[in-house]
């Protein structure tokens, strides 16, 4: 089971099934401001709809072909991190998160990051790890930045948001730098 410690505050943890429910209302609780950047707030209506990503993760993890973690703050869920997919092939993570609106502003993400990116380097022996910004999601690409990834460029028109395509910032870190960056 993937479980981290990141600090005496936080941890991450695989989401279970029994956290449809407190998921949910987190998730309710923010849909305005997670609708601007995330496309699958409209097709969650209900804990039923969170149980059924939770078990779509779960299945992906049984796979070994990514996960999703809780970021738990003193056990209560603030946010989500994870591989949305793992191509092994090319030994390639690609990253996706949220936080809840009040816990912005705090490194919280930042910080959630740099555990799982340790893990993705160290434990699972990824080489290369993509995150993938809406190039108007300033928020979301002050990670990667802060994190040392490199801005490999734009795509034009890369997802649909719900009425409007947004491009795409690609960010990338392969594993020597991180490696060289921790030594230096
Ligand atoms: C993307 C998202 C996670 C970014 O949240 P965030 O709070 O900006 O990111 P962090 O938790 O890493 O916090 C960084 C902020 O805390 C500040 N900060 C405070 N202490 C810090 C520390 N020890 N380390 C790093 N940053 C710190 C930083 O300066 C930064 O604030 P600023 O942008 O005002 O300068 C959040 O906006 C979100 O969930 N948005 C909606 C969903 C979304 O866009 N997901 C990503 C799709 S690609």
Known sequence: MFSCRVNDRYEL?????????????????????????????????????????????????????????????????????????????????YLGYWLAEAYQGQGIMTISCRVVIDYAFTTLNLNRLVIFCASENKRSQGIPQRLGFNHEGTMCEAEWLYDHFVDHEIYALVRRDWNSRDTK
């Open 13 to 93: 943890r695989l989401l279970q099934a029994s956290d449809s429910d407190e998921l949910f209302v987190l998730t309710n609780a923010n849909r305005s401001y997670l609708r601007t950047w995330l496309p699958w707030l409209d097709s969650t209506n209900s804990a039923s709809d969170t149980k059924n990503f939770i078990h779509s993760t779960l299945e992906q993890f049984a796979k070994n072909q990514g996960f999703v973690a809780a970021i738990c703050e003193k056990k209560s869920i603030i946010g989500v991190i994870g591989f949305n997919q793992i191509d092994w092939q090319n030994r390639i993570g």
